[in-house]
């Protein structure tokens, strides 16, 4: 049978699982695709973890301990979470070993309700990184106007960092930009570059969702570019990494250690039944890239995926007409990509709020278990 993941990754695309859970990890799943899926790294988000949470009971026994103490709803989240990023990065860490920290990444994310507030995005940054306390640790910050400096500072710290919720080419720029920025004054602070890394993740299904729903407003004619944005909006930001990562400011970096800041598909799988569904995946392959994939989506390119040797550098001028008659057919690319940023950020911000409600709920089911426990082993009056 074809390999297909592993024929993906000697393309030069790393594999890695947009999913997390104390399940996963529980029952061995997680470093079972490490070792047979090619998956060299994890990625997680509040959606994630709220998932997690309320479809496991392995996470009992850990809050009922955190009832028993009588700590936050906030501090019991983050405890919970950092517990089985924690893991996974030790599931991922022979792949961390192997690449020299270029892959066997684990991303945990800054409470997305800081996503517009800089200083206490990097407080948390900082925090975080220190409770995981591993290496092989990426801390996910979002790619606002706010996380701009917030990404710099942090990676001024030492801190390796997943940009995160990145829609427009221009706002992907600045986030290399960004990148650069704190690496030279991580540098100058002290750090080794060569054991921090960063991935720019650029995301990709929910621009053609924003856009085909846009186009079904207009005429026919219009309705044939459906489909094709978010390819070809990926393709261009590819261009433009290649661009930054052979410029002189970034050599002068790569000299003193630095690796480069990785494109990585984000939402690749395809939200319409009727496209394809390892479109993002096939269409997407090239060289230096990460995909991470919810587990079906890893599944069905394992299945029937077609891996090509580069299907991203030679279609710049194809990207770049998808764009234009885009343009022309009256789609304000603008709208779309602050549309998509505003969306994502709410969307984290009410999973979040869904875990904490969920984490608050199962406090008080655990702390009420505890009490009636000791209530019937506490020795009678005598």
């Known amino acids: 049978m074809t390999d297909r993941l592993a ?35 994890v990625t997680t988000n509040p959606t994630i973890f709220a998932k997690a949470l309320a479809d496991s009971d392995e996470y009992d026994q850990q809050v009922r301990d955190l009832a028993v103490r009588g700590v936050t709803i906030e501090e019991a989240a983050r405890m919970i979470t950092t517990w089985d990023v924690r893991a996974a990065c030790d599931v991922m860490r022979p792949v ?3 690449t020299d920290g270029r892959d066997g990444r684990v991303s945990i994310e800054v409470d997305p309700r800081l996503a517009y507030d800089t200083e206490r995005t990097v407080a948390e940054a900082k925090a975080l990184w ?13 790619a606002t106007k706010e996380g701009l400096p917030a990404i710099a500072r942090t990676l001024a710290e030492g801190i390796s960092v997943n940009v995160t919720l990145i829609f427009s080419l221009e706002r992907y720029e600045a986030v290399m ?10 540098r100058a602070n002290g750090h080794d570059l060569s054991a921090m890394g960063s991935v720019g993740s650029f995301f990709v299904s929910r621009v053609d969702s924003e856009i085909d729903k846009r186009l079904e407003q207009l005429d026919g004619s219009a309705r044939q570019l459906g489909g094709k944005a978010a390819i070809a909006n990926a393709r261009l930001a590819y261009q433009r990494y290649q661009k930054v990562f052979s410029s002189d400011r970034w050599k002068a970096l790569a000299d003193a250690g630095a690796r480069p800041q990785r494109p990585l598909w984000a939402s690749t799988s395809t939200k319409n039944p009727q496209y394809r ?36 550098t030679g279609h710049y001028a194809d990207a770049q007409q998808v764009l234009d008659d885009l343009t022309a057919a009256g789609i304000d690319l603008d709208d779309v990509v602050e549309v998509l940023e505003r969306e994502g950020v709410e969307k984290f911000e009410a999973s979040w709020i869904e875990l904490l409600d969920s984490v608050q709920e199962q406090l008080k089911a655990a702390g009420a278990a505890a009490g009636h426990q000791e209530a019937a082993t506490k020795p009678a009056d005598t």
Request: glycine share 6%; aromatic share 8%.
């Open 7 to 41: 024929e993906l990754s000697a393309a030069g695309v790393a594999v890695w699982l947009d999913d997390l859970s104390r399940e996963r990890l529980a029952t061995g799943n997680l470093d079972q695709l490490r070792r047979e899926k090619s998956v060299v790294g």
């Open 96 to 98: 961390y070993d192997s």
């Open 130 to 142: 220190w409770l995981v306390d591993r290496p092989n640790l990426f801390i996910k910050i979002p």
């Open 177 to 186: 930009d960004a990148f650069l920025a704190g690496l030279k004054q991580a």
């Open 277 to 312: 569904d390892v479109m993002y995946v096939e269409d997407l392959i090239a060289p230096g890239v990460v995909n991470t994939m919810p587990a079906p989506t890893i599944d069905a390119y394992a299945d029937h995926g077609e891996t090509q040797p580069d299907t991203v």
